[in-house]
């Protein structure tokens, strides 16, 4: 079964600055995006960042400015560059990705915890 392994979360102070990876275990065919999600406690899963196969970017306004999402969709590999993090973006965040014809994101990481606190 593949699966989607992140790597870099952990904890950090506010302000700080943190990478997450993700990489494929195996190769996943025609993948056209991958993302990051992240939920706190008591909320609902979130898309903040997503790259499209043609390299187009995008962002939730809670990260937008601050986060970075960088990538090879080809290669079913993407990072998430995390600046001047906030208390509020501790969750845990999953890497995605969807293939064509789904409808919405269909292969998911286990999560990663990052906690922004002093």
């Known amino acids: 079964q593949v699966q989607l392994v992140e790597s870099g979360g952990g904890l950090v102070q506010p302000g700080g600055s943190l990478t997450l990876s993700c990489a494929t275990s195996r190769s996943i065919p025609s993948i056209n995006a991958m993302g990051w999600y992240r939920q706190a406690p008591g909320k609902v899963r979130e898309l903040i960042a997503i790259i499209l196969s043609s390299g187009s970017t995008n962002y939730a306004d809670s990260v937008k400015g601050r986060f970075t999402i960088s990538g090879d969709i080809a290669k079913g590999t993407v990072n998430l560059q995390m600046t001047s993090l906030k208390p509020e973006d501790t969750a845990v965040y999953y890497c995605?990705?969807?293939?064509?014809?789904?409808?919405?994101?269909?292969?998911w990481g286990q999560g990663t915890q990052i906690t922004v606190s002093s």
């Open positions: 995605s990705a969807r293939t064509v014809y789904a409808s919405m994101f269909n292969y």
